[in-house]
């Protein structure tokens, strides 16, 4: 078998594996269509960093048959996106909107960058300026400098 047969083989079999069961598929293309994507933006809360299209948990399981019931019955996407986030939160959104509740995480780091930008301008413009050299200094600095060029 050729490299590049191998890799079509592996390639066909990554695909089957991540496919539901055909029974649990909607029959409309198209509502199945929009199930997938609202499965690419709902994370799996128990892996977490995955959303439930690519995820094996059998939770993420329950969620996609869930978010397919949710399609079936006619909602819209806006519909199944707030339903799954009243019941598990905005962490349940791979992209959770902008909202009072989670504007510190949207807002927190750049204030942070801001706060400490200030902090180093103020300390920048307050550091002390080095003192004149006294007498006995300036001596002592030209004799160095003499002996460095001779």
């Given at each position: 078998m050729s490299h590049a047969r191998a890799a079509a083989v592996?390639?066909?079999?990554?695909?089957l594996a991540g496919a539901a069961e055909p029974a649990e598929r909607l029959a409309d293309p198209s509502r199945e269509a929009r199930a997938r994507s609202l499965f690419r933006e709902t994370r799996c809360l128990v892996c977490q960093g995955e959303s439930i299209d690519d995820s094996e948990s059998t939770f993420a399981a329950d969620l996609r048959r869930l978010v397919r019931q949710q399609v079936a019955e006619g909602r819209s996407d806006a519909q199944v996106r707030a339903f799954l986030a009243a019941r598990y939160g905005d962490f349940v959104l791979l992209r959770p909107p902008f909202s009072a509740v989670n504007a510190i995480l949207w807002v927190g780091p750049f204030l942070v960058i801001c706060i400490g930008a200030t902090i180093?301008?103020?300390?920048?413009?307050?550091?002390?300026?080095?003192?004149?050299?006294?007498?006995?200094?300036?001596?002592?600095?030209?004799?160095?400098?003499?002996?460095?060029?001779?």
């Open positions: 592996m390639a066909a079999l990554a695909c180093l301008v103020r300390r920048a413009r307050t550091a002390p300026s080095a003192a004149p050299l006294s007498a006995e200094e300036e001596t002592r600095l030209a004799s160095l400098t003499e002996e460095t060029m001779t």
